[in-house]
């Protein structure tokens, strides 16, 4: 397991690209993940449970013995050849060192999602944003590695006789973030996180986990969290003891500070990043039961 023996507390401050990355790596590879363990016959502890927390839907299976004509595809032309698309030539360069991937990196997320270039002008962007997934993993939000993402907007509250609670309108200051995960192109997402894997794995490789811990467990376990937050309508009722605030129900505020962050988002945008969690996953096993 990743271990931090010192953990700051954690602070009012958004994770965007934190859940970006979560949302767009962890399906993804959780998902590769389970499905090898499958193929090599070896039964994992976690896979059931990854399994029992998305609620993944029964898969038809394929009619045995169905035959379909043979069909003859005449050869391409020179004539026949049209340009590559950009996603396409992306494809074919060399995979960057990981000292120099943030130019690549970045460019690859845009194709997925156009929305996300704001938030992608950092440096080291892969390090990041795996650190930041180790620490979703564990149910944590680590304020020095999510320090240089920041909402322009504060937390916001109100307050009338019955007490203090989060005020809806500040919810959409996750609208925008919604929007861009709702946008992703499922394909592009998939192909994404094969092409840039072995540079996720240089990672996770300092991360001092056992040698039989790959990086598709921390992205399982990321992905189960964000699953995990309640999605609620209405009101949240809020205490202020000290400098931070807290729920008022003790159900709420026992939650880990991932499924706390979620709660923050409101239920409406909450909604859109586990539904489209969710497509992603449907669209990782049509395309395994293909291969």
């Not at 499958?38 to 898969?59: D, G, I, M, R, T």
């Not at 973030?177 to 894997?197: M, S, V």
């Amino acid at each position: 397991m990743g271990r931090y023996e010192l953990m700051d507390k954690p602070r009012p401050f958004t994770v965007l690209i934190a859940l970006l990355v979560a949302i767009i790596l962890a399906v993804l590879a959780g998902l590769i993940y389970f499905f090898q363990q499958q193929k090599q016959a070896k039964p994992q502890a976690e896979a059931p449970q990854f399994s029992a927390v998305l609620e993944l839907p029964s898969q038809s299976q394929t009619t045995p013995g169905a035959t379909r004509p043979v069909q003859i595809t005449p050869k391409a032309t020179p004539q026949d050849k049209s340009p590559l698309s950009p996603e396409a030539r992306m494809e074919q360069q060399p995979l960057p060192p990981l000292a120099d991937s943030d130019s690549a990196f970045r460019n690859a997320i845009v194709t997925v999602s156009p929305g996300f270039s704001e938030w992608l002008q950092s440096d080291n962007l892969i390090n990041k944003y795996l650190t930041i997934v180790n620490d979703f993993s564990q149910g944590l939000r680590i304020y020095k590695h999510i320090r240089f993402l920041r909402l322009n907007k504060p937390f916001q509250v109100l307050q009338d006789q019955r007490g203090i609670y989060i005020d809806p309108d500040g919810y959409r200051r996750y609208d925008h973030l919604a929007a861009a995960i709702n946008a992703l192109n499922i394909q592009q997402t998939l192909k994404l996180y094969h092409r840039y894997r072995p540079l996720f794995v240089q990672v996770f490789s300092e991360f001092g986990y056992p040698e039989d811990y790959r990086v598709e467990d921390i992205f399982v376990k990321a992905v189960a969290n964000i699953l995990a937050a309640p999605v609620l309508e209405g009101r949240i009722d809020l205490i202020h003891p000290s400098v931070r605030y807290k729920f008022a129900d003790k159900k709420l505020e026992a939650l880990n500070p991932v499924q706390k962050q979620m709660l923050r988002m409101g239920a409406q945008n909450t909604r859109i990043i586990q539904n489209k969690l969710r497509m992603l996953i449907e669209a990782l096993l049509a395309t395994e039961a293909q291969g």
